[in-house]
């Protein structure tokens, strides 16, 4: 991890010129080599021992979200509102703080069975909307290890 912390700042302008070149490369082709990547990184590298996403993401949580959330915590929808989420500049409900107030000391999750689906989703990589989520990954490859290695990789592969 250390290795990618010290290295990712140096390739921003670099990894963002090649996601965004990666749109214009076939989809499908993209989209299987991302998902192989995905999978061979996340047997690597285990999210219990970064969890920096959950420090410094506020996830999105939609109403589907809220409501089962809210009821695993045994609070009203507008309680769980006013206790853990506000709007953010976008217009999107967020959790309210960061590091996330479900992150436990052992960086796991409180609401693990019932985590919002930006949560469930993340780092977005292993699907077919990699490419659609081209602006995640150029962001996320700040923030998560495993995104970074993805971006990496497949920067080798299409050379």
């Known amino acids: 991890m250390h290795s990618w912390l010290s290295h990712r700042d ?6 963002k010129k090649f996601l965004v070149r990666l749109t214009k490369q076939n989809h499908k082709e ?3 080599k991302a998902d192989s990547i995905h999978d061979e990184v996340f047997m690597r590298i285990d999210c219990l021992q970064c969890a ?11 109403q589907t979200d809220s409501r089962r959330i809210a009821n695993y915590l045994q609070l009203s929808e507008s309680q769980f509102y006013q206790k853990y989420l506000l709007k953010d500049e976008d217009g999107d409900t967020v959790i309210n703080q960061s590091p996330c107030p479900f992150l436990e000391p ?7 069975e019932v985590r919002p689906k930006a949560c469930r989703e993340y780092p977005h990589t292993n699907n077919r909307e990699f490419i659609k989520n081209i602006r995640l990954h150029i962001q996320n490859t700040h ?5 970074f290695h993805i971006v990496e990789q497949l920067k080798t592969y299409f050379k």
């Not at 140096?10 to 990894?15: L, P, R």
């Not at 920096?52 to 939609?62: A, E, L």
């Not at 923030?143 to 995104?147: F, G, H, M, Q």
């Open 106 to 112: 052992d960086n796991k999750c409180r609401i693990y």
């Open 30 to 32: 993209v989209v299987s």
């Open 143 to 147: 923030y998560c290890p495993a995104v």
């Open 10 to 15: 140096s390739v921003v302008e670099e990894n």
């Open 52 to 62: 920096n996403c959950c420090k410094s993401i506020p996830p999105i949580v939609n």
